[in-house]
């Protein structure tokens, strides 16, 4: 499956950003992901964006969120960070197991498992 770039964003009042952070880092379905803007995460993914959809769901119930597919090569803005913008360039250099799991996590495991496959 091809890794592509999407952006999720969501207006959820009673969600705790935890809990939104901890889905994402130990989502297996992302590869990494970027979070310098409060409430606009950009990911990559092998998985469809449908898959996502599905996949996010359940934490954001009946609360707004829109996934959309993005172009991380024809971006432009202004963030304070010159990190921020780093992600973008390097987002798609072949990486072993993502950055976000943590050593050891079903998620890591899940992901590097996938990895292997290809």
């Not at 770039?5 to 009673?14: H, N, Q, R, S, V």
């Not at 994402?24 to 590869?31: A, G, K, R, T």
């Not at 409430?39 to 993914?45: A, D, E, N, P």
């Given at each position: 499956m091809e890794v592509k770039?999407?952006?999720?964003?969501?207006?959820?009042?009673?969600l705790e950003i935890s809990r939104v952070n901890g889905a994402?880092?130990?989502?297996?379905?992302?590869?990494k992901y970027w979070n310098y803007l409060p409430?606009?995460?950009?990911?990559?993914?092998a998985h469809p964006i449908g898959e996502l959809r599905a996949h996010f769901e359940p934490l954001f119930g009946y609360s707004n969120f829109l996934i959309a597919e993005i172009n991380p090569f024809n971006i432009d803005?202004?963030?304070?960070?010159?990190?921020?913008?780093?992600?973008?360039?390097?987002?798609?250099?072949?990486?072993?197991?993502?950055?976000?799991?943590?050593?050891?996590?079903?998620?890591?495991?899940?992901?590097?498992?996938?990895?292997?496959k290809k």
């Open positions: 770039a999407y952006i999720l964003t969501f207006f959820a009042p009673g994402i880092l130990n989502s297996p379905y992302l590869l409430g606009v995460y950009c990911l990559t993914s803005g202004r963030l304070s960070s010159s990190e921020a913008w780093k992600w973008f360039y390097t987002a798609f250099e072949p990486v072993g197991p993502p950055q976000q799991a943590l050593p050891g996590s079903e998620a890591n495991r899940l992901i590097v498992e996938a990895l292997r």
